[in-house]
């Protein structure tokens, strides 16, 4: 978690003016299955640390509490149990959502809640556009006067082109494997966090 994630979170939600973002941590991706119940804990006080004092900005434990792989659809449909008159919007960065095909149930995803795909650093937006997911696309439609795709249900797709500042994760746990300061990039309560517990610090150094 750093002031990218911040920054983006916070320009998303003005720019479709949500009252509250959820800040998921994805405890058991299926994508990335060497995460070890260690990293969940280390990875949560992070990124409630990043929300503290940020009303705006939510830590979401769901995936933490929930058993098993954390597939997004599931997440969606708690989050609108959750908040059942609430609009749902999924916040996802386009280096993300590019596998979105080989995700669990994406055709579910436009009929649960409307999609914001970001762009992200080193990313660049797909040529000829961002695409419903393939399984789910006979339930959309093109729709040219909003400019986008318009699922079924009535939730939309939608494409964010991030004015904000843009982070490296990777730049982060390089920096602080040499033992660089990053509070430039995460802010100082999570560099002293990852200073304190020697956090992607190379073994033998």
Known sequence: MHLGH???ATEVAAA???TTVLLMLSARPPHKPSHRPAQIETRWEMLRLATRDR???QPGDLEVRRSGPSYTVDTLREVALAY???KIFLIVGID????VDTWHRPERLLALANLIVTTRPGHPLPPHGVEPPVA?????CYDPAIGGHRHKSGHRLFVHILDGLMVSSSEI???AAAGLDVSDLTGPEIAAYI???RLYEVSGR
């Open 6 to 8: 911040v920054a983006s």
């Open 16 to 18: 479709f003016d949500l």
């Open 55 to 57: 009303p705006l900005l």
């Open 84 to 86: 059942p008159d609430s």
């Open 96 to 99: 993300a959502y590019a596998e």
């Open 136 to 140: 789910g696309r006979e339930d959309c």
């Open 173 to 175: 746990r390089r920096r």
């Open 195 to 197: 200073r304190t517990h």
